[in-house]
């Protein structure tokens, strides 16, 4: 069989890996500057993703059995627009534009079972009375442009950070306490399968800076079971049909659900391309290219082990020397620590180094000596 994979950057890696394993022949599309993925690849073809009428000719050509990529905004669309022109298994397109408008993601997800509304408005050159708020661009990933803000004076502020992210409008909407997690699921032919749920740590406001993930979730099982059964309501709600998905939650102090957003791929930061199949039995990557290819099984998921991984930048600086201790720990999967001269992280980019642990239980970065 032929996949073509969208994109060579470092969410790519483990689809092209995953798919030798499988023996299935890749296709890769990307600029040739930065295709890290290369090598990897069967056949590469060195063209922009955005030249789509191209890809489309060439995967034709080829004639691919499915298309796919992972962990990529800029990739997801192209994948959809491409399954959609051959009649292969995607988002679709139009289903998959609609989700990364967090405006119509708030719009449906407050009318579905077992989530708790959230106000909001999409900012018009008006302002509504919601503060606190969350200021966020309606179509921006990974925290970029978010802001928190708590009263009127830091309005403006924020709504320049986030418009200085996007083209297509801003979002405002009320704050909601709790503890954030996201939940990794797969789908297809619109069958939703949750596979894991993460625990996530963030810098807190004003940007909310991803500085960790912990599988499993720590949650008590009763708010898991919940969060399970309201899922797939939630993807049957903005009809999302086929791949992966990384839905971002908070959790009130009440047992509140509340959506944070809905990406239409695998999550970053080392979630979907090595967190969840340490943590689980599921070759997650695995599942996303069945999916594509139309020969998915259901997922048997059992949680086997504790994974996750740690972030270094200005906001854990006080964990600095636990990063510094990490050598030869026999739960230490991998590091990669760019720079000991800390700068303050704004998004999930600029950070400057991480590592992974995998263990019976969670690595806790006060215990490293």
């Known amino acids: 069989m032929k996949l073509a994979i969208i994109g060579a950057a470092l969410g790519q890696v483990q689809l092209c890996k995953k798919a ?209 059964e309201a899922i797939p309501k939630l993807l049957d709600a903005v009809q999302f049909k086929n791949g992966a998905t990384h839905i971002e939650i908070k959790i009130g102090n009440q047992g509140e659900i509340y959506l944070i957003e809905i990406n239409p791929r695998g999550g970053g930061d080392g979630i979907s391309n090595n967190l969840v199949e340490m943590s689980t039995n599921c070759d997650y990557v695995k599942k996303m290219i069945e999916v594509a290819l139309g020969t998915f099984t259901p997922p048997v998921v059992k949680n086997t082990n504790h994974a996750g991984i740690y972030f270094l930048c200005k906001q854990t600086e006080q964990y600095i020397n636990a990063f510094k201790a990490l050598k030869n720990q026999p739960w230490l999967v991998e590091k990669n620590i760019s720079s000991f001269n800390l700068s303050e992280a704004t998004g999930n980019k600029n950070r400057n180094g991480y590592f992974f642990y995998c263990s019976d239980k969670k690595i806790l970065l006060d215990e490293i000596h």
């Open 20 to 228: 030798r394993e499988m023996h299935i022949e890749t296709i890769g599309f990307a600029w040739e500057k930065g295709a890290i993925c290369k090598s990897l690849f069967d056949k590469f073809y060195p063209i922009s993703i955005y030249e789509t009428d191209k890809i489309i000719e060439i995967c034709k050509k080829e004639k691919i059995d499915g298309v796919v990529t992972n962990a990529s905004e800029k990739a997801i669309d192209i994948v959809a627009i491409v399954a959609d022109a051959l009649g292969l298994r995607g988002g679709p397109y139009e289903t998959i534009k609609n989700i990364k408008d967090k405006t119509y993601t708030r719009l449906v997800s407050n009318k579905v079972p077992g989530f708790t509304p959230i106000p909001f408005y999409k900012y018009d050159g008006r302002k509504n009375e919601i503060y606190p708020c969350v200021i966020k661009p309606c179509t921006a990933a990974g925290k970029r442009g978010v802001s928190f803000v708590r009263c009127e004076a830091d309005f403006e502020k924020a709504l320049v950070y986030a418009n200085a992210e996007t083209k297509n409008g801003v979002t405002i909407e009320g704050f909601a306490e709790g503890q954030e997690i996201s939940v990794e699921s797969i789908s297809f032919d619109e069958n939703h399968y949750v596979i894991q749920i993460t625990d996530k740590e963030n810098s807190g406001a004003p940007h909310f800076v991803e500085l960790g993930h912990h599988q499993p979730s720590a949650l008590p099982q009763n708010i898991q079971n919940r969060i399970r």
